[in-house]
């Protein structure tokens, strides 16, 4: 039984070391972003980032809780996310600053502990793994892009990241049912459901885009899907 357990050790902590490396890679690449708008655009600020224009601050979300309360929110040039989103931010309109904070709030506390359950097989001590996974998230793509801005992506990142770590765990019901609601904010996390197909859960994902497709249209109607598409 001991060389089983330390053989069940050693893989869990490769996963964990698996994982980190994927967090890694993905902060990086915002923040090779950020500093490549920083430098390319030549703004000399990164657009969407802590360090951005003080005039863009929360930005994001006023611009979306201002659209959401036309009559149609697809009149607006700017306006291509689908209709679940203008629900919900209709929602969020009647305290847009509290509904902010609360956003902001709940998101980072979603990922820390997701950061902290995926330490877990790599630290033992609970104090260190929770320390450490709020030093990953002051680092992470939600905080350094998305924060002061606002930005919708605040809502999706957790949702997608415990997707993704339910699926990879081969859990695939939680991890779409943490998907769907993402997928209806904002329909490019429908690429995640490719996890599902190579499993060959074929039913599993239909039921999911034929969820999605229910929402967008209780929500807002075939017409204004056809706007939001002409509009991005």
């Known amino acids: ?4 357990k330390t053989t069940l050790t050693h893989l869990r902590r490769e996963k964990g070391m698996r994982a980190l490396w994927i967090l890694g890679v993905g902060m990086g690449v915002a923040l090779i972003w950020a500093l490549g708008e920083w430098l390319l655009l030549h703004k000399g600020y990164p657009e969407n980032s802590i360090l951005g224009a003080p005039w863009g601050r929360f930005a994001d979300f006023t611009d979306e ?14 306006a291509f996310y689908p209709p679940a989103t203008y629900v ?6 009647h305290a847009a600053t509290f509904s902010l904070i609360a956003v902001d709030f709940l998101s980072l506390i979603f990922f820390a502990l997701l950061f902290a359950r995926l330490l877990k097989p790599i630290i033992d001590e609970a104090r260190l793994r929770v320390s450490l996974a709020f030093a990953v998230l002051m680092l992470s793509y939600p905080v350094l892009c998305c924060i002061d801005r606002g930005n919708i992506e605040l809502i999706l990142a957790p949702f997608i990241g415990w997707a993704i770590y339910f699926y990879s765990r081969h ?7 943490c998907l769907f609601p ?13 996890l599902v197909l ?16 229910a929402v967008t249209v209780a929500c807002g109607g075939p017409l204004p899907c056809s706007s939001a598409a002409s509009a991005s």
């Open 1 to 4: 039984m001991e060389p089983l």
């Open 65 to 78: 809780t201002l659209i959401c309360t036309l009559p149609n929110p697809y009149t607006d040039p700017i």
């Open 88 to 93: 919900l931010f209709r929602v969020l309109a």
């Open 198 to 213: 190579r499993r060959r859960k074929i039913g599993l994902a239909v039921a999911c885009v034929v969820g999605v497709v």
């Open 171 to 177: 859990r695939d019901v939680e991890g779409t049912a």
């Open 182 to 194: 993402a997928i209806c904010l904002k329909f490019y996390p429908a690429f995640l459901l490719v």
